[in-house]
C-alpha cells in the first residue's frame, strides 16, 4: 500500500485561506481516486470532497462547495485541498485516503484506505 503524508494545516482567523498537500510514497496513486476526509472531537468522520484518477471529475460535500477545491499532480504523487472563506465550522484534523475499491459508482469512506495522519486546522472566529 501507498504512505501518505498530509500536510499545511494551521490555525487561520474565519475568513482566511489554507492549502493542504497530501505527499504518497511507496507507490503511485496515478490510478486511483483519492479523497479528504476530516473529524471534529464528538463527531463521527465526513467525507469532504473527492476527485478521480485522471483529476477530470471532482466531488464536494455541500458544506464546503463553492469554498474548497480538490486538485492533483499525479506527476509529483500529490494531492491538494484549496480551503478559501474558511468558517469555524471548519475546524477539524484533515485525512486524505486512496480509494482502493473502485466497483461501485459512487463514493463512500468505506472504499478507502492507507490513510494519512491528518493535519489540524483550526478556524478561530
Known amino acids: 500500500q501507498v504512505q501518505l503524508v498530509e500536510s499545511g494545516g494551521g490555525l487561520v482567523q474565519a475568513g482566511g485561506s489554507l492549502r493542504l498537500s497530501c505527499a504518497a510514497s511507496?507507490?503511485?496513486?496515478?490510478?486511483?481516486?483519492m479523497g479528504w476526509f476530516r473529524r471534529s472531537p464528538g463527531k463521527e468522520r465526513e467525507n469532504v470532497a473527492f476527485?478521480?484518477?485522471?483529476?477530470?471529475?471532482?466531488y464536494y460535500a455541500d458544506s464546503v462547495k463553492g469554498r474548497f477545491t480538490i486538485s492533483r499532480d499525479n506527476a509529483k504523487n500529490t494531492v491538494y485541498l484549496q480551503m478559501n472563506s474558511l468558517k469555524p465550522e471548519d475546524t477539524a484534523v484533515y485525512t486524505c485516503?486512496?480509494?482502493?475499491?473502485?466497483?461501485?459508482?459512487?463514493?463512500?469512506?468505506?472504499?478507502?484506505?492507507?490513510w494519512g495522519q491528518g493535519t489540524q486546522v483550526t478556524v478561530s472566529s
Open positions: 476527485i478521480n484518477s485522471s483529476g477530470s471529475s471532482t
Open positions: 485516503a486512496v480509494r482502493y475499491i473502485s466497483t461501485a459508482y459512487y463514493y463512500n469512506e468505506a472504499q478507502f484506505g492507507s
Open positions: 511507496g507507490r503511485t496513486i496515478s490510478n486511483y481516486a
